[in-house]
């Protein structure tokens, strides 16, 4: 079993729809998570930081977390044609010298006008 | 401005030629990495730092070598490249338990 897995999608919404973005994953010791954008050609841009479960909201965008279920999602309200990109959401373990991201391989999505 | 700073943005290089792909950071972070990501693969991480004069392995270092003489930069050493490091390459740098901050990314062709 993969360490995290993510729908690659892709996805095609109509503008001002609810965006719903998911990734599972199976190590238990994961215990920070992260959704990033990215553009076509540039580097991952970070959207929601969490380290607990539950909500958190930013904006049009809400970050969950079930950590009994293993299972994080982001949901994008209102999306816009700018919201149009490549979604990874981006897990790390509590401990250890290692800041390394296990990511997922990320969700294309396009808003069309 | 915080940011991660790599250079060049494009490269395209010959098999066997070293090469050196920069990253600085201006966030006073302790952790640097670097990692490729490539179509069906996703981000994969190459090397870590966790601060000056620590580095280590990280999934896919075969091929790569890195420094960190300064706590600022973090460089990407290619000794001898060859066609399957062909990627697009991020370095990244964090406080620790913090988010992770991404720089623009250096796409490398070795023909």
């Known amino acids: 079993q993969k360490e995290v897995e993510q729908d690659p999608g892709p996805l095609s919404v109509p503008e001002g729809a609810i965006v719903s973005l998911n990734c599972t994953y199976s190590?238990?010791?994961?215990?920070?998570f992260m959704w990033y954008r990215q553009y076509s050609r540039k580097g991952p841009e970070l959207l929601m930081y969490?380290?607990?479960?539950g909500n958190k909201e930013d904006g049009r965008f809400t970050a969950q977390v079930d950590k009994s279920s293993k299972y994080i999602s982001l949901f994008i309200r209102d999306s816009q044609p700018s919201d149009s990109a490549t979604y990874l959401c981006?897990?790390?373990?509590?401990?250890?010298?290692?800041?390394?991201?296990?990511f997922g391989k990320g969700t294309l999505l396009t808003v069309n006008p | 401005e915080a940011q991660v700073t790599q250079n060049p943005r494009y490269l395209i290089t010959v098999t066997g030629k070293k090469l050196t792909v920069t990253c600085s950071q201006n966030?006073?972070?302790?952790?640097m990495s670097w990692y490729r990501q490539d179509p069906g693969l996703g981000l994969r991480q190459i090397y870590y730092?966790?601060?000056?004069?620590?580095?280590d392995k990280g999934d896919v270092p075969e091929g790569y070598k890195v420094s960190r003489k300064e706590k600022r930069n973090f460089p990407l050493i290619l000794e001898s490249p060859s066609p399957n490091q062909t990627s697009l390459y991020f370095c990244?740098?964090?406080?620790?338990?913090?988010?992770?901050?991404f720089g623009q990314g250096t796409r490398l062709t070795v023909v």
């Open positions: 981006a897990i790390r373990n509590s401990g250890g010298s290692n800041y390394k991201l296990t």
């Open positions: 190590n238990s010791a994961f215990q920070y």
């Open positions: 969490t380290y607990s479960s």
């Open positions: 966030m006073n972070h302790e952790y």
């Open positions: 730092s966790m601060n000056v004069e620590v580095t």
């Open positions: 990244a740098s964090s406080r620790g338990r913090g988010e992770a901050f």
